[in-house]
């Protein structure tokens, strides 16, 4: 089922981003997600497929 495994990855990136915290501050938790935004807002613009709503998954 599409969609089926944003609650555990969501999940897993929060524990992730908490552990990154905890380990190296703050700042920088909050350069990495400026850095994985900034990727994934620029990835976005050449896909050929539009991404659906998360209410739709």
Do not use: H, W
């Given at each position: 089922?599409?969609?089926?495994?944003?609650?555990?990855?969501?999940?897993?990136?929060y524990l992730a981003l908490m552990v990154m915290?905890?380990?190296?501050?703050?700042?920088?938790?909050?350069?990495?997600?400026?850095?994985?935004?900034?990727?994934?807002?620029?990835?976005?613009?050449?896909?050929?497929?539009e991404e659906l709503p998360l209410l739709l998954?």
């Amino acid at each position: 089922m599409q969609g089926q495994t944003v609650i555990v990855e969501t999940l897993a990136q929060y524990l992730a981003l908490m552990v990154m915290e905890k380990t190296f501050g703050a700042a920088a938790m909050r350069r990495f997600i400026k850095f994985e935004l900034d990727n994934y807002l620029s990835s976005r613009g050449g896909e050929l497929i539009e991404e659906l709503p998360l209410l739709l998954t």
